[in-house]
């Protein structure tokens, strides 16, 4: 797969709320940076947060990608509960190795990149 079918896997993974898909396109010591600061490490601990994180949430289809490259950065939407009806504006930088997600940075934005 290239570095944006993989992104687009993990963000379907993430619409249907299969953690452990999602979890399992990360190598075995990947990380994930959530957007509260904290930080998961290896399949399990990713597909732990995923798994909690993705019951109130609803991953809409990305808006927006940069490829950089072994980084894609991807921008979308998040809805649910604990969000305002607006939805919030997410940020995600994937960096790959080898066909894997490495490290994955998860961040709130206030506006889109142009492009």
Known sequence: MTQMEVVRQYLSCLAVRNGKGAAALFSEKGVMDDANGRHHV????????????LSDMVVNAPIHHIE??????????????????????????????????IHLGNSFVTVFAAG
């Open 42 to 53: 290896g399949r399990a601990g990713i597909q732990g947060l995923l798994d909690t994180a």
């Open 68 to 101: 950089e490259g072994n980084r894609v950065v991807v921008y979308g939407t998040l809805n649910g509960a604990m969000f305002t009806s607006e939805g919030a504006k997410m940020r995600w930088v994937f960096h790959f190795e080898n066909g894997q997600i």
